[in-house]
């Protein structure tokens, strides 16, 4: 397949380039008036129109985009794509004033989606995750991390994670799963941490390595859920099977769950809708990626990242969508690019950079995917006619894709 006339090819970072830190997040090199050819589901390789090779502008199958920008599909890095059931009487709760904290407290939140999970088969679970992540990938996600953790017993645990193995074998994107157990302590075990820590690290993680469910370890490392000393044991388990962490840290207080993750050489430590100076220097010049989720914190109502301060400090960020029931319930990767330019003041080739080819470092996959190079995955969106790339985001809750390739092909869904 031959793009043509593309408006601009845009992200196009040297291949050696597998993460942005700092100022170099602002950088987002477009070629201008560009055609790009894809073989095997690959890119073959692109330039200039005015200095195309005639034997590739004489190909057939070609695809006119003039008017049109070509870019990587969105890297979702953070996701809990499988679930049994929404939950918008607690979104009715909110709107009354009840905290997150409260209705967890309350017994709805976490427990509340694993009562459900529990009771759904595995290919209900399959079922209905397919629907979603179609949806999402007709909004532009091209590859997506998925979470367990709405399990909390073993059995359930394994359920999701088989689930997420499904959704690898049957899906033309690529997809990372990630143990989540140590997402809330389930009710029988609400006095006894160490006994639920103990069924994580003797009976989970070794029934997960076995059919090698997970790619990664994730904890909920906040006050009310998991101490730094728990999220410390769990991760050291999780090392022990090659499980590397990526961690929910600070979405609700500065729990010290940054610095644990970081001790512990985590691929990303996601959320941090509360920082301070610790957080920020632990973050500086590390490649722990600092994974925002603006998404969660447009729906809570909890503050936005900081994530000015984050780019001041040459961190590597991220933008991910947090698609959950409880407290993200959209997984649109345009409208966290949107979000991330309105309340979290990035610049929109810095929204773009963390989106794309960040997001795809936060999920080990920034050789492949996430940029365009010669002989990375072919998984791209082209546009709509718009008139610059800033309109993508400016243009908030709209959808400005038109066409969306995966390996090379149109995806029709
Ligand atoms: O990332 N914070 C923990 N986990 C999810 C929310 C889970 C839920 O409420 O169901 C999150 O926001
Ligand atoms: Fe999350």
């Given at each position: 397949?031959?793009?043509?006339?593309?408006?601009?090819?845009?992200?196009?970072?040297?291949?050696?380039?597998?993460?942005?830190?700092?100022?170099?997040?602002?950088?987002?090199?477009?070629?201008?008036?560009?055609?790009?050819?894809?073989?095997?589901?690959?890119?073959?390789?692109?330039?200039?129109?005015?200095?195309?090779?005639?034997?590739?502008?004489?190909?057939?199958?070609?695809?006119?985009?003039?008017?049109?920008?070509?870019?990587?599909?969105?890297?979702?890095?953070?996701?809990?794509?499988?679930?049994?059931?929404?939950?918008?009487?607690?979104?009715?709760?909110?709107?009354?004033?009840?905290?997150?904290?409260?209705?967890?407290?309350?017994?709805?939140?976490?427990?509340?989606?694993?009562?459900?999970?529990?009771?759904?088969?595995?290919?209900?679970?399959?079922?209905?995750?397919?629907?979603?992540?179609?949806?999402?990938?007709?909004?532009?996600?091209?590859?997506?991390?998925?979470?367990?953790?709405?399990?909390?017993?073993?059995?359930?645990?394994?359920?999701?994670?088989?689930?997420?193995?499904?959704?690898?074998?049957?899906?033309?994107?690529?997809?990372?799963?990630?143990?989540?157990?140590?997402?809330?302590?389930?009710?029988?075990?609400?006095?006894?941490?160490?006994?639920?820590?103990?069924?994580?690290?003797?009976?989970?993680?070794?029934?997960?390595?076995?059919?090698?469910?997970?790619?990664?370890?994730?904890v909920f490392c906040e006050k009310?859920f998991f101490s730094v000393e728990e999220t410390d044991?769990?991760l050291?388990?999780?090392?022990?099977?090659?499980?590397?962490?990526?961690i929910h840290a600070n979405q609700l207080s500065v729990s010290g769950g940054v610095q644990i993750g970081v001790k512990h050489?985590a691929?990303?430590v996601?959320h941090l809708?509360e920082t301070d100076?610790a957080v920020?220097?632990s973050?500086?010049?590390?490649?722990?990626?600092?994974?925002?989720?603006?998404?969660?914190?447009?729906?809570?109502?909890?503050?936005?990242?900081?994530?000015?301060?984050?780019?001041?400090?040459?961190?590597?960020?991220?933008?991910?969508?947090?698609?959950?029931?409880?407290?993200?319930?959209?997984?649109?990767?345009?409208?966290?690019?949107?979000?991330?330019?309105?309340?979290?003041?990035?610049?929109?080739?810095?929204?773009?950079?963390?989106?794309?080819?960040?997001?795809?470092?936060?999920?080990?996959?920034?050789?492949?995917?996430?940029?365009?190079?010669?002989?990375?995955?072919?998984?791209?969106?082209?546009?709509?006619?718009?008139?610059?790339?800033?309109?993508?985001?400016?243009?908030?809750?709209?959808?400005?894709?038109?066409?969306?390739?995966?390996?090379?092909?149109?995806?029709?869904?």
């Amino acid at each position: 397949m031959l793009i043509t006339n593309i408006k601009g090819l845009v992200g196009v970072h040297p291949k050696e380039k597998l993460a942005l830190r700092g100022s170099e997040l602002a950088n987002l090199p477009v070629l201008e008036n560009a055609w790009l050819l894809i073989e095997n589901g690959l890119i073959k390789d692109f330039g200039e129109m005015q200095s195309i090779p005639s034997s590739i502008s004489e190909l057939s199958s070609s695809i006119d985009t003039s008017g049109k920008f070509v870019l990587p599909s969105w890297c979702d890095s953070h996701s809990h794509l499988v679930f049994a059931a929404s939950r918008e009487e607690e979104f009715v709760m909110k709107i009354e004033g009840k905290s997150y904290e409260d209705i967890a407290a309350a017994g709805g939140g976490i427990l509340n989606s694993a009562r459900k999970l529990q009771l759904a088969s595995e290919d209900e679970l399959f079922e209905s995750a397919s629907n979603r992540l179609k949806e999402l990938i007709k909004l532009g996600t091209g590859a997506l991390e998925i979470k367990s953790g709405y399990g909390l017993t073993v059995d359930s645990e394994l359920k999701m994670l088989r689930v997420i193995k499904r959704l690898k074998a049957n899906f033309p994107i690529p997809i990372k799963a990630t143990f989540l157990a140590a997402h809330a302590y389930p009710q029988e075990y609400k006095n006894d941490h160490q006994g639920y820590i103990n069924l994580i690290i003797e009976q989970m993680l070794p029934a997960i390595a076995e059919e090698k469910l997970a790619d990664y370890i994730d904890v909920f490392c906040e006050k009310g859920f998991f101490s730094v000393e728990e999220t410390d044991q769990i991760l050291i388990a999780g090392a022990s099977y090659g499980l590397k962490p990526k961690i929910h840290a600070n979405q609700l207080s500065v729990s010290g769950g940054v610095q644990i993750g970081v001790k512990h050489n985590a691929i990303s430590v996601d959320h941090l809708e509360e920082t301070d100076a610790a957080v920020l220097n632990s973050l500086a010049n590390s490649d722990t990626i600092a994974t925002l989720l603006p998404s969660c914190s447009f729906y809570l109502g909890i503050p936005f990242a900081n994530a000015r301060e984050l780019i001041n400090a040459n961190a590597i960020v991220a933008l991910a969508s947090d698609f959950n029931p409880g407290s993200t319930p959209s997984g649109n990767m345009n409208f966290v690019v949107s979000l991330a330019c309105i309340k979290l003041k990035m610049l929109p080739e810095e929204a773009i950079n963390s989106a794309t080819l960040n997001g795809a470092a936060a999920m080990e996959l920034s050789d492949k995917i996430g940029s365009i190079a010669i002989g990375k995955k072919a998984n791209l969106i082209i546009t709509k006619t718009i008139p610059s790339i800033a309109f993508l985001p400016y243009s908030f809750g709209q959808t400005q894709i038109e066409t969306v390739i995966l390996n090379g092909e149109i995806y029709n869904g």
